[in-house]
């Protein structure tokens, strides 16, 4: 089955706890990018990459790192969380085509306390 | 800067009606997609219905169509005969350039009423 895998769902944290949220696909899309969803600001994109060793910063990057060694993983770094990045985020791929869209992970939901 | 307008925070819907729901956005590229993702409970976002820019017809996806409305930037979405799984929150997306360039609304939770 076509998906976008991500885990965990749930994670509770403290602050200052280095954490990663995984991110796999298995479409051989180009593009992945991490987006994070808070009320009624919908869902902001942190990072994109448009291919392996290829990344670039989305509209809120501060706090967040990602890496992109392999075509199919895309991992989410939040190398000291703080309370403001509690948040549910969201893994997403593409195949560049603008008709296409993306195809969505299943979301984490992450709390940091 | 591209940005995508959802003016109804909330809405409700009595089963088996139809309900329409808003969206705006502001561009100045003439070569772009729009987008309904529909996100239930379960969180996965789902790809509801999208339209090209350049298509005067409006999209229709058996109970859910649009009124595109280009000059106006107007891309609103109804969603016919109305069920309890359409209860969900809805985000209009618009997407331009190549792959990475897509701008969501901030949603519109919609509740259907038995």
């Known amino acids: 089955e076509a998906q976008v895998t991500q885990n965990p769902r749930y994670l509770i944290t403290v602050t200052g706890k280095k954490l990663t949220v995984t991110c796999s696909q298995n479409m051989n899309h180009e593009y992945m990018s991490w987006y994070r969803q808070d009320p009624g600001l919908g869902l902001r994109q942190i990072y994109y990459?448009?291919?392996?060793?290829?990344?670039d910063k989305g509209d809120v990057p501060e706090g967040y790192k990602v890496s992109r060694k392999e075509k199919r993983n895309f991992p989410l770094i939040l190398e000291s969380p703080s309370p403001n990045q509690t948040s549910l985020y969201f893994c997403?791929?593409?195949?560049?085509?603008?008709?296409?869209?993306?195809?969505f992970g299943s979301g984490t939901r992450l709390t940091v306390v | 800067a591209q940005t995508v307008t959802q003016s109804q925070p909330e809405m409700s819907v009595q089963e088996a009606e139809t309900v329409t729901l808003s969206c705006t956005y502001d561009t100045s590229e003439s070569d772009y997609y729009l987008f309904w993702y529909k996100q239930p409970p379960s969180r996965q976002m789902i790809l509801v219905i999208r339209?090209?820019?350049?298509?005067?017809q409006n999209a229709t996806e058996n109970r859910f169509s649009v009124n595109f409305q280009k000059a106006a930037k107007s891309f609103s979405l109804k969603i016919s005969d109305s069920q309890l799984g359409d209860a969900a929150m809805y985000f209009c997306?618009?997407?331009?350039?190549?792959?990475?360039?897509?701008?969501f609304g901030p949603g519109t939770r919609l509740s259907v009423l038995p």
């Open positions: 997306a618009y997407s331009y350039g190549y792959g990475q360039n897509f701008v």
């Open positions: 990459s448009m291919n392996v060793e290829v990344t």
């Open positions: 339209q090209e820019a350049y298509k005067q």
């Open positions: 997403a791929s593409s195949p560049g085509d603008r008709d296409y869209g993306y195809t």
